[in-house]
Each structure stands twice: as structure tokens, then as C-alpha cells.
């Protein structure tokens, strides 16, 4: 009897579910589009059901073990998905518990998609054996997963690791958030795209990003811009290092991680994200970390590192279980 | 028979020692110059030396369990004070091993004073029962403490937490640590003294600290003037304040404490420094730590809190090995 856990991914549009085992191997995956239910009740029930029916069919006899979920402004403390902008239902919803309670009181867990992917680095990609690191974020927006003496930084409330809403410059662009000059707005597709235009907007120089309408245009195609040579694209990744690059630098001071992985829409860039921010992490590194600090792209698969991130953190949860449990058998 | 630890405060000038309960009662203490010793070997003997004699002249039957130290540039993981700048002695100092070596192999820890301010907030001060908070000391320079999850933040290498030295100033101030702009050039004795004499220099109006030579001016004249109403003197509160509370409101979005806790010479002037630095952590906290997140003055007597500090880090110590031991026991 094989142990899996379900690893479940939630996002605006879509939810991804997988069954995985503790290597990172996936047995079965699959997605529904997630504002498909008219109530958050229901919806629960079919993500039940859409489990139940991938482990139907799967040839391997096995045991689901527990549920990991990442999903958008999501607590792990609570359980609960608690305001999320970018879903149809409102308040808090109670996820976990909801989900647990029709599905044999199985352990279910969930996070946002950061620090799930810091927990799916952990345990399955580049940070393995690592006790000390961050997983960076860059889609849309940027999050940050913050690991330290192996275990996730949730903070007092389970919100720590907001790192994207660390004020980077004064004043500066409007952010989502209510406040300005926020990271996110500088290190995110957004903010590499905002970065573009305003190159563009200063200058006359021909570029190739001018052929694409402006609501159109992605860091895909900025990349593929300074692959080719564009000194616009080019520079507004540097910009976009730039600044990621300094914060870091301040985020080192403060946690002192092994290693920095980037992961999401830009850091699929590679090189392009990866050379300007190293560059200015270390001019920005306070010296006895210079050299020192790891600064990588996340070795996860791209496509499937959010279920393998929500599917580790049913790992991780079965083990802090169990050492909780055999803690109580002495004390 | 009653157990004690020993506090040490290790600072440029005096060595600090006392014996201390689990409950921050001090049995007695002692002082006595660091830098007398012709060499590091001999600085660890009188240290045990006068740990000793204390304890001998103690009325009440004890146990000294541990030692805990707090010393400039020393390293949790390593046990060593590493390139200290301020100490006679160069290279790395193997104090935790040394001291534990020459009395009876007990259990000797060292962390910086931050670190060990806030360990002394946790166990006797205002973090009693919390588990996720941060303690900064504005001293000559600043320093910060975290604690998340009831444990120190050591980071991978046990110099995390050096808050000090984020950037706030792009191209500001220059650090003592070679770069410019550090959040401790400001938000320091220093650094009000230094925003001090940039407001003086920016204006002709009358002030009281423009007859203090300029190398005497001390943070406590500052705060004496501004609560003569002294109007740069309290523009340069505000101003210490508006910076700081800013880097307090990032290192919320990363870490998200419970609580904030001030301490050292700055700290103790009360309100002068709590009222801006509240004022600019709530104006740009992330809206869902708004009147969240309590700041305060420490609640530990200013003299006694850095050997209550490095008591408490002896202490955390013990409770740490207990539960490692117990869990061997199992596993």
C-alpha cells in the first residue's frame, strides 16, 4: 500500500490537483475550472469528489494520507481562505476544515502559492537538506516564502513573508496593496512590463516592444525582445534586477537563507532576471555575506511546481504531526 | 538547592556578569574591565574566576546550570566571538568552548546583545508567552533580535537579524560597515545625532544644542532639549522616527510579530521616539497589520537588561537540550 497525499493548486481560473508521493513522483493530476460552483460549499464537495475519482482510477493500490492546498490569501493557522480579491466568494471561507470534515477527517492544510513553493523546493527541489532559505515568487505580483530552522515563517497571524509589500522606493509606483512604491510593483510581470513602458516613454530609440499593444504586452515578450538584441527589453530586465536584487540584499540581513530560489512567470526567464539581481545583491550584501548567498532559479518543473509545493506541505504537516505526537508521549 | 545561570554582557569596556532565577531575579553581580587581559585565554580564566568567587559568596545553596553570553560579533552556532572590531582580541575567539572547558563542561551559549535582549523580552520582559516578535536596541548603532515560532532567528550561519544594516537611503549616509544608507545611520544615537546636525546645518534657527560641542552632542541632550521644546530637537525625533517606523512596517511585511519592543539609549527616552515611530509603522504597514502590531519601550530595567538578556539565553538553552534529550529518547 503505497501512502499519497493530494496536492491541490487554486487559483483564479483553474484548480490543479495531483496525487504525489514523498519522492516528488506524480501518480495522477487533473484541474476543474475553479468558478465553475455556485457556492464555496460546493465547490469544496467537488474538489472532494474530483479527488476521489483520480484515486479511483489510479492502478497503484494506495492511501491518500492528507491534503495539501496553496491558494490565494490563504492561512495556514486558520485554515481558511480569508478575503480573496481574485475569487467569487466572499469573507472567510473555511476551507481546511470544510474540506476535512467530508473527506474521512483527513488531514488538510493549506498556504498561499509562495510559501507553498518554498515547502515544494524543501522537499523536493534545490532546497533539500537546506534548513535556512526564501522562494521568490515573480508572477503577477510577487510573494515570498520565507524558510528558517527548516520550518515556514508564518508569523504571529500566518501572513509573514510578505515580501512584496516591502517599500522600495519612496513615492513610487501606485501598488494594489493600497500603497506605493511597494516590490511588486518593480519585480513581478507586472512590474517589468510597467518598467518597459516607462523606458519607452523617455526615449525615441526604436524598439520592438512598440509594435505590441501596450495591454498586450508580457514579460514573455520582453523577453524574447532582449534575447534578440532590444536594448529596451534588455534594460528594463536590468532595472527589474535591479531593484529585486537590493532587496534581496536587505532580505539576507534580515534572515540570513542559505540560498534564494526564484521561481514563477519572470524567473522563467533565466539569465535574463538572474545575472542584474545577483549583481546587485551582492554590491547591496552586507560583506560577511558576499559570495556567499546562493541566488538560483527554483529546479522545480515549472508547470508543476504549485501542486508539488501544495503537496508538500502534506508532507511536511504528516511529519510535524508525528513529532508532535511522539513529543506528547514523553512530556 | 537552587538552580542559577550566569548572564554575561560583553562590551568594549566592562564585562558584566550576575546570577539569575528563571524568573530574572538577580542573586548578585559583578563587573570588571574586558579589556584588562594581555590576552583572550586569560580574559576567559578571570571570567570564570569571578563567576566563581560571586557564587561563592552566595548565601543561598545553588547550581550554576549555564552561562549564557552576550558579546559583540559572537555566533550562536559557532560558540566564538568572530573579528569583533571593538575588542583587543583579533580573529575568531572560541568563547563558549574555552569557558565551557575550564568550568566542569557546562553548557556555555553566546549570541549577540541583540539576540539576546530579545531572548531577555521573552523569558522576563513584555514577549512573556509570545511567540513571535522583535526586539530592536538603538544603541551607538541598531540592532534587532527576531523571534518566530518561540526561536531565535540564527539564520543559516547565526547572523540573521541584522536589521541594522538594511538599506533605507539609496546613496545615504555612509555605514560603518562600508556601504551607505543603512537603516542604523539613521535610527540610532548616531543617527539622531547626525540628523540632529544636518537640521542644524539647514537653518539658522535658535537651538539649545548648538552650544554643545558638536563631538559631545549625546542623544540624551537631544531628548533633554526636545522636551525643553526645543523644536530641532524634536525634528529630529520625528525624523529618526518617520525612518525607522518605516523599516518596521517592512520588517512586519516579512515577519509579522505580534509585537515590537524598543530598548537601549534611544529607546529610553519614551515617547519622544515611540509617538513618530508608531505614527510612521501605522502609515505604512500593509492594511492588514493596521493597529495590529504592538510597539513599546521594553518593558526590562535599562541597566540590568543585558545580563537579564544573556541569563535568558542560558535558560532558553537548558529548556532547548531538555527537549532535544527527550526526543532522542523516542525517535
Redesign the interface.
Known amino acids: 500500500m503505497k501512502n499519497l497525499v493530494a496536492g491541490v493548486d487554486i487559483d483564479r481560473v483553474l484548480t490543479s490537483y495531483a496525487l504525489v508521493d514523498e519522492f516528488g513522483k506524480i501518480y495522477a493530476k487533473g484541474s476543474f475550472p475553479t468558478q465553475d460552483s455556485k457556492n464555496f460549499r460546493d465547490y469544496v464537495a467537488r474538489l472532494k469528489d474530483e479527488i476521489v475519482a483520480l484515486a479511483n482510477n489510479l492502478d497503484t493500490p494506495h492511501t491518500i494520507t492528507a491534503v495539501g492546498i496553496g491558494a490565494p490569501n490563504s492561512n495556514y493557522y486558520t485554515g481558511e481562505i480569508e478575503n480573496a480579491v481574485n475569487l467569487a466568494w466572499k469573507g472567510r471561507l473555511p476551507l481546511a476544515q470544510e474540506l476535512s470534515s467530508i473527506f474521512g477527517n483527513k488531514p488538510v492544510v493549506v498556504t498561499n502559492d509562495a510559501n507553498a513553493a518554498a515547502i515544494g523546493e524543501m522537499i523536493y527541489g534545490g532546497a533539500k537538506g537546506?534548513?535556512?532559505?526564501i522562494v521568490i515568487t515573480l508572477g503577477t505580483g510577487l510573494g515570498?516564502g520565507?524558510v528558517?530552522?527548516g520550518?515556514l515563517?508564518?508569523?504571529?497571524?500566518?501572513?509573514?513573508?510578505?515580501?512584496g509589500?516591502?517599500?522600495v522606493v519612496r513615492n513610487g509606483r501606485e501598488c494594489g496593496?493600497?500603497?506605493k512604491g511597494c516590490l511588486e510593483c518593480y519585480a513581478s510581470s507586472k512590474g517589468l512590463k510597467n518598467t518597459a513602458l516607462e523606458l519607452l516613454s523617455g526615449t525615441d530609440a526604436p524598439s520592438k516592444l512598440r509594435k505590441i499593444p501596450m495591454e498586450k504586452l508580457s514579460s514573455k515578450d520582453i523577453a524574447k525582445a532582449a534575447k534578440s538584441g532590444d536594448a529596451i527589453a534588455k534594460k528594463s530586465f536590468e532595472l527589474t534586477g535591479e531593484i529585486l536584487g537590493?532587496a534581496l540584499?536587505?532580505?539576507v540581513?534580515?534572515?540570513?537563507?542559505?540560498a534564494i530560489f526564484l521561481c514563477g512567470g519572470v524567473a522563467n526567464t533565466g539569465e535574463l532576471i538572474l545575472t542584474p539581481t545577483r549583481r546587485a545583491m551582492e554590491k547591496?550584501i552586507?560583506?560577511?555575506?558576499k559570495g556567499?548567498v546562493k541566488l538560483t532559479i527554483s529546479s522545480l518543473e515549472y508547470e508543476n511546481a504549485p501542486i508539488l509545493g501544495a503537496a508538500a506541505l502534506a508532507i511536511k504537516e504528516i511529519e510535524k504531526r508525528n513529532?508532535v505526537v511522539?513529543?506528547r508521549?514523553?512530556?
Open positions: 537546506m534548513k535556512d532559505f515570498s520565507i528558517v530552522g520550518n515563517l508564518y508569523g504571529h497571524d500566518g501572513y509573514a513573508g510578505e515580501a509589500h516591502i517599500t496593496c493600497g500603497r537590493e540584499a536587505n532580505l540581513a534580515v534572515s540570513s537563507p542559505q547591496n552586507l560583506p560577511l555575506w556567499k513529532v511522539a513529543r508521549k514523553i512530556f
